[in-house]
């Protein structure tokens, strides 16, 4: 069958503006989309109108179109890609996938224009719906934070009743076709709106467009699938993480109803200060007042570091303000360490004897 052209198949004229285009294909899925056209061929037109589309919204695959035409997209010795799509090649040297049957899922459209899910739309395909993600906090020590740290938590969450393993009938028995929808999750009302009167699909209400309803409800959830609990676990908490981080642990959120996947949980951290040490990046700082002596003559010192006590050297004639580099006594990450850093601060001497004051006499 010969293809229709794309400008045509939209209703628009070839200088029709990216806008004008995206306004006309909102009309034409509208009035075409399977749901709603019942016609013989319905499906077939959606889908060209969506060929079309995707070709004239998108200006590199518009230019080929114009001045190839169909021949643009000719599978020149096409090759299946593992995505369903086909490589397509046009003019000299340029090439571009194209996925025929995807077009996103054609059927979201519906959820844009109707409000509601469609009966071939994803929630009905996939399954029960995921959990909900949970979102917390979690308190740490500094040290923690700079070594990393495992501990047990416990989360208040919506779990999977195990007495009937999520499906919400009572044991022995087994959810039934819904009698509203027959099993097919979805019934039709007729809609009047300023396009005419027509037919949409809508979730069933008796079954939540399950297909299925319970006669006999599990006594431990009521027919939810879902009870209240708290999980028990232990989580680790990676050496780096910083004031602020938020760390996903998969699978440790909420229960998804009638046996869904559970969500995620996300911790945001949140780091306590430390007594002497301050932290930029993975490197940590700490201010050592000496005596105006050690500076002048060097000396060897006790400084705290995340480790404990470590000896510094500090070399004579230092000034105040210097940085003594104590290498890889910072924040571990990964295989590596931060540094500290220690800041000299010279304490000039404010009583001093008159011997004293003589010797300094003698520096002058
Ligand atoms: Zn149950
Ligand atoms: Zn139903």
Do not use: W
Not at 183 to 200: E, H, L, P, Y
């Amino acid at each position: 069958m010969a293809k229709r052209d794309y400008y045509e198949v939209l209703g628009v004229s070839k200088t029709a503006s990216a806008d004008d285009i995206k306004k006309a294909y909102r009309g034409m899925a509208r009035k075409h989309h399977p749901d709603v056209d019942k016609t013989a061929g319905a499906e077939g037109r959606f889908k060209e109108i969506n060929e079309a589309y995707q070709v004239l919204s998108d200006a590199q695959k518009r230019e080929a179109y114009d001045r190839f035409g169909h021949a643009a997209f000719q599978a020149g010795g096409a090759q299946g890609q593992p995505g369903g799509g086909f490589q397509y090649q046009y003019g000299p040297g340029v090439s571009f996938d194209f996925d025929f049957g995807g077009f996103r899922d054609p059927f979201d459209i519906f959820e844009e224009f109707f409000g509601s899910r469609s009966p071939f739309g994803r929630q009905s395909r996939r399954g029960p719906a995921r959990g909900q993600d949970l979102h917390f906090e979690i308190t740490l020590p500094f040290e923690n934070a700079a070594f990393g740290v495992t501990r047990n938590i416990e989360i208040p969450r919506r779990e999977t009743c195990s007495e009937c393993s999520g499906s919400g009938a009572a044991k022995g028995s087994k959810p039934v076709t819904c009698p509203a929808c027959r099993g097919s999750g979805r019934v039709s009302n007729q809609t009047q709106s300023i396009f005419g009167a027509f037919m949409t699909m809508s979730p069933c209400p008796t079954c939540r467009g399950e297909g299925t309803v319970i006669l006999k409800k599990c006594p431990k959830c009521k027919g939810s699938g879902i009870v209240r609990g708290i999980k028990e676990t232990q989580i680790k908490i990676p050496a780096g993480v910083d004031d602020g981080d938020t760390i996903r642990f998969q699978r440790l959120g909420e229960a998804g109803e009638k046996g869904g996947e559970y969500g995620d949980l996300y911790l945001t951290i949140r780091v306590l200060p430390h007594k002497f040490l301050k932290r930029a990046g993975f490197d940590v700082y700490y201010e050592q007042p000496i005596s105006f002596t050690q500076a002048a003559l060097g000396d060897v010192i006790e400084v705290p570091t995340l480790d404990g006590k470590v000896n510094l050297k500090i070399p004579e004639g230092i000034q105040t303000g210097t940085e003594l580099r104590l290498k890889e006594r910072g924040i571990v990450h990964g295989q590596s360490r931060g540094d500290q850093y220690v800041r000299v601060k010279v304490v000039t001497p404010k009583h001093l004897s008159a011997r004293q004051k003589e010797a300094l006499e003698e520096l002058k």
